[in-house]
């Protein structure tokens, strides 16, 4: 493995290289995470393929310069091509995990005629959440939001109130609670969120080129994740005639796991 760096002029993209292969997999994890959630998922490259294990900006090794400039789909791709320029590969697959399966779809949308398969597993971006909502509301809400982050104890009250009414899934109070348990991680929260409101994939354009060029694509959804469910995702995969859809025996934290088991022992 190589630990390597892309010097953008917007901040430094760190990501790890395993192995020498021409088949190029980009892999993207989710949020909260680190290059390390891939660490199941390793054993099943091929000596014909390079894994380049992405830290996402704010997260791992990798830093944003300023949280006033928005992560824009022109950034990104000015990203990714300076990337594909350091690594020198045309053609590439792509690979994302909640939060990285948005940044995987938006990579499609922009390089559709370059990417090989696409392997999605709970993605963020197809269908929007309360968080994200919440986070890209004009004015008012937004500053609520920056209250919430920093100051979460009135917060947390709330939601174990709804909880207690049935309005509320354990599992969504675990997650968000397991995300902003620390002053950091709520900051990262809140960064994140603000610097990529603005990457959203144009499902309609995706599902067009998905159908024209015939890409590969293979949807992973857990049967006891309460996030992203496959319910969820209809609406967007009925439209895709080659998409293979995968559920799994898994909630939202283990898929990636649970993934790479299945495979491993297919």
Known sequence: MKTLFLQTSFGDLVYYKHGNGKNIYLLFHGFGQSSKAYQSFLPLRKADETFLVIDIFYHGQSSWNSVDQKLTKEIWRSIFLQLMQQENFEKFHLVGYSMGGKFS??????????????????????????????????????????????????????MDILYRLGLLESSFIKFVKSQM????????VYFTW?????????????????????????????????????????????????IQRLELESGHNTLIEDYSKLQLMT
């Open 194 to 242: 603000n610097v990529f409101k603005t990457l959203q994939p144009e499902l309609g354009t995706i599902i067009q080129q998905l159908k024209l060029s015939k890409t590969p694509i293979t949807l992973v959804t857990g049967k006891y994740d309460k996030m992203v469910t496959s319910e969820n995702l209809e609406k967007f995969s009925s439209k895709i005639p080659q």
């Open 181 to 188: 348990q620390t002053r950091t991680m709520r900051a990262q």
């Open 105 to 158: 779809l938006v990579s499609y949308e922009l390089f559709p005629n370059y990417v090989q398969s696409l392997l999605l597993m709970a993605p963020d971006g197809i269908k929007t959440g309360f968080w994200y909502n919440m986070a890209t509301f004009p004015g008012i809400f937004n500053r609520l939001f920056k209250h919430v982050v920093f100051h979460p104890e009135r917060f947390f009250k709330i």
